[in-house]
């Protein structure tokens, strides 16, 4: 029934869609006002970016909120000096997803595999992140799970580690991979403008 409710707020979302530089653009308004902005690759149709807006008790608009996809300042060309010397210094954390996985990256850790303890805490419905060097300390949620109602499943959980990269994956449930390709579906529906022809909501 949950799975069904989400489906069916993001049919019944305004929404409005630009093809643009390989990527689909989607926008949705929803009744409250919350905005959800989502881009595919084109050719196969995969996640690359979901971010959130919504507006303040006042009714002015709120900064986006990212939860997928690497944030804008970390792309290519938009690192300045400040920038790169703190990203060479920090964990930078972020969400790419796959066709049948939830799937995090944890940039800048150098610590060898046997050092991290990814599991899932089901008190607190989360996934947690340590190392057993106590220097590097993480929980998040998985949003997606969330809307769906679905409990976290600890047999779906798994994580690599390479070229300092602490790789977080969670086979996404069925539900999920339904639900997906049923929103696909339905964004086919959608109108959608090419190259500058439109301007989408999410820019």
């Not at 409005?16 to 196969?44: I, N, S």
């Not at 986006?64 to 792309?75: K, N």
């Not at 050092?115 to 089901?122: G, I, L, M, T």
């Amino acid at each position: 029934m949950a799975v069904t409710g989400w489906l069916e707020s993001l049919r019944t979302a305004e929404k409005t869609a630009l093809l643009q530089d390989g990527r689909r653009k989607v926008h949705y308004l929803f009744p409250d006002g919350k905005e959800m902005a989502e881009e595919y690759d084109e050719r196969t149709s995969e996640l690359l970016v979901r971010k959130w807006r919504v507006k303040s008790a006042l009714g002015a608009m709120g900064q986006w909120q990212l939860e997928v996809g690497e944030p804008a300042s970390l792309g290519p060309g938009n690192l300045g000096p400040e920038l790169i010397k703190e990203s060479n210094a920090n964990p930078i954390f972020m969400r790419k997803d796959t066709k049948m996985s939830f799937q995090w990256r944890i940039r800048n850790l150098p610590y060898p595999k046997g050092v991290y303890s990814v599991c899932v805490d089901q008190k607190e419905c989360c996934i947690i992140v340590r190392t057993s060097n106590k220097k590097y300390y993480k929980k998040f949620s998985i949003p997606d799970l969330d809307r769906h109602q679905l409990p976290l499943d600890d047999t779906s959980l798994s994580f690599a580690h390479a070229n300092c990269t602490l790789i977080i994956s969670y086979q996404k449930p069925k539900e999920v991979v339904v639900a997906e390709s049923e929103l696909q579906k339905e964004l086919k529906k959608v109108k959608t403008a090419h190259g500058n022809d439109g301007d989408c909501k999410t820019q």
